[in-house]
Nanobody, 126 residues
């Protein structure tokens, strides 16, 4: 069983920065991709970014490319999204998730992620 715990959410002004983290525990992560999604009330969960565990390949949603950076620390089994130049439309609950090892590489579909954290609120004020 995989456990994912997010932290680092909060309130920030537009143009500011915020760093989240996702600590993973349970089974080995040497071949798993960890991703981040976000969701606002009444909307579908939206892919934000992901990083493969073994090779560190990253991929991003167009809406955050150039502003968000995702990195990982394999020794700590932790993934860190760094969010810069935040906009009010980035306000959402952010979720960490593990991509199913049987799903396509570099997938952005939430249905291909099989373990989820509890979420952390990010609020960007204008």
């Amino acid at each position: 069983q995989v456990q994912l715990v997010e932290s680092g959410g909060g309130l920030v002004q537009a143009g500011g920065s915020l760093s989240l983290s996702c600590a993973a525990s349970g089974r080995a992560f040497s071949s798993y991709t960890l991703g981040w999604f976000r969701q606002t009330p009444g909307k579908e969960r939206e892919f934000v970014a992901a990083i493969t565990w073994s090779s560190g390949v990253t991929y991003y949603a167009d809406s955050v490319k150039g502003r968000f950076t995702i990195s990982r620390d394999n020794a700590k089994n932790t993934v860190y999204p760094q969010m810069n130049s935040l906009k009010p439309e980035d306000t959402a609950v952010y979720y960490c998730a593990r991509k199913s090892p049987l799903s396509p590489c570099l997938s952005r579909a939430s249905g291909n992620f099989d373990s989820w954290g509890q979420g952390t609120q990010v609020t960007v004020s204008s």
